[in-house]
């Protein structure tokens, strides 16, 4: 399979380049300097002759609100120019619900300061709901474990789970995996790690 894979560069994308590599796809790895996500003729190029696209972008120094507004465009139109249909995209767990129904930036105690971030993923995924692409976003159900090996093992889950930790490795694989399928998607998961002792032996709230 040959796959493009935007943000190359951060720790995320570049645990997906090693796992997609490994796996034997053909990957075209891509910074920031690379291709400008928010340009549509930018990602069209990039992403000519690929059979899918996973983005794991992020901004650096724009207000997150209108860069993932201008990467969600660039990438829609970008790729459907492209010929690409499949796109796996890097979002975040503050948008699944919790146990009552709710995502967590909707709740009165989301800290002020990460709900810009939280608002301009949704406002991308609102920009992939209303597109013709076969799009699913991936985010861990909690947040990143400290830089630790691999489990080997995940879940998938569509509730979010603040307590929880996954290593990037491991997200990584469930990113690679997605993209190898086309039946899941217009779908947010969250990634879990498979076995119950990994979340019970990292403290709830540890960054």
Do not use: C, N
């Not at 120094?61 to 507004?69: I, L, S, T, V």
């Not at 465009?73 to 503050?94: E, M, P």
């Not at 920009?127 to 093992?153: H, K, M, N, Q, Y």
């Not at 290593?167 to 997605?178: G, I, K, P, S």
């Amino acid at each position: 399979m040959r796959i493009v894979i935007f943000g190359a560069g951060g720790r995320t994308g570049s645990a997906v380049v090693a796992e997609a590599t490994a796996r034997g796809h053909h990957v075209t790895s891509l910074r920031g300097a690379d291709a400008d996500v928010t340009d549509p003729a930018a990602v069209a190029r990039a992403a000519s002759g690929q059979d899918v696209a996973i983005a794991a972008v992020a901004p650096v120094d724009a207000d997150p609100r209108a860069f993932f507004r201008a990467a969600a465009d660039g990438l829609v139109t970008g790729l459907q120019s492209a010929g690409v249909t499949r796109l796996v995209w890097v979002s975040i767990a503050s948008l699944l619900p919790d146990a009552s129904g709710v995502p967590a930036v909707d709740t009165k105690g989301f800290p002020a300061e990460y709900r810009p971030f939280s608002q301009g993923h949704r406002i991308a995924l609102e920009r992939f709901r209303s597109s013709d692409l076969r799009w699913t976003a991936v985010s861990p159900a909690g947040d990143f474990a400290p830089d630790t090996s691999p489990i080997g093992g995940y879940a998938l889950t569509e509730d979010g789970d603040l307590t929880s930790r996954v290593t990037r490795a491991d997200h990584a694989r469930a990113l690679v995996d997605l993209a190898e399928r086309s039946d899941l998607r217009a779908k947010h998961f969250g990634v879990v790690p498979s076995s119950p002792a990994e979340k019970a032996s990292i403290a709830p709230g540890e960054r």
